[in-house]
């Protein structure tokens, strides 16, 4: 059962299988980068049908990435988006990570799509914008900094009333927030370097028949530390 006084984490997915079997799930590093006690944590597999609480109740709530498409309107998805569009509306600390940065946007009338750019994978730069200057979540990171990223899909039109935070080549809408305590962000603050190289082995053969470089990306790997400081970071602003 959900608590008032506990994060929920919405598994919206799981990782690949090799990487599940050695280092765990999505729910495992972003509790770990939450810095934050298991059992102050409720986690839903909301793929696997699990429900979601009336969304005023949980103290704030984490969104995961998926391998699915937000695009592809799948029931258990549609349902989220209504859920976090309520959550934002009951003024709950949302943090949409990837794929729950996209389902954030659509749920709350923005557009996504095949990212125009392709498939963005490996270690990005991502640039803040002026915006981001006194935000909550991402005003105390470096203007310029590296994060881990995998997607196929994103956000083309911010919902109404979102304020754009930050850019990254090839994918303009990068992060956002909505209303005072909502935030997506297309990057993975959870993943470490390790995993990152995980994910362009696993997909060595797809990124080379796109036209991508596998062995460029896999060399421009490097570690992300900003991403365990926006998670710590959503933590404290949950508390507070």
């Not at 103290?59 to 592809?72: F, H, I, P, W, Y």
């Not at 200057?133 to 990171?141: E, F, K, M, R, V």
């Not at 900094?145 to 009333?161: I, N, T």
Request: with cysteine; aromatic share 4%.
């Amino acid at each position: 059962m959900v608590s008032r006084r506990r994060l929920l984490v919405m598994k919206m997915g799981t990782t690949l299988d090799g990487i599940r079997q050695s280092r765990g799930d999505f729910e495992r590093w972003i509790i770990d980068g939450l810095g934050v006690p298991d059992e102050d944590v409720d986690v839903l597999d909301v793929q696997a049908g699990s429900q979601l609480p009336p969304p005023e109740m949980p103290l704030g709530v984490v969104v995961t990435g998926s391998s699915a498409m937000v695009s592809e309107c799948e029931v258990w998805s549609e349902r989220s988006a209504q859920w976090l569009a309520a959550a934002v509306l009951a003024e709950t600390p949302v943090l949409g990570i990837c794929y729950g940065h996209q389902l954030l946007a659509h749920g709350l009338g923005g557009r996504v799509g095949p990212n125009p750019g392709g498939r963005q994978i490996g270690t990005v730069n991502v640039e803040l914008v002026a915006a981001a200057n006194g935000d909550a979540l991402l005003g105390s990171l470096p203007e310029s900094f590296p994060m881990h990223a995998s997607h196929v899909e994103s956000v083309l039109e911010l919902p109404p009333g979102a304020e754009l935070l930050a850019t990254t080549v090839g994918d303009p809408n990068h992060a956002f927030r909505v209303a005072r305590r909502a935030w997506g962000v297309q990057f993975h603050p959870e993943f470490d370097a390790d995993i990152m190289r995980g994910y362009l082995e696993a997909r060595r053969d797809v990124i080379g028949s796109e036209g991508l470089n596998p062995d460029a990306l896999l060399g421009a790997v490097t570690e992300a530390p900003q991403g365990s400081v926006l998670l710590r970071r959503f933590a404290e602003l949950v508390a507070d």
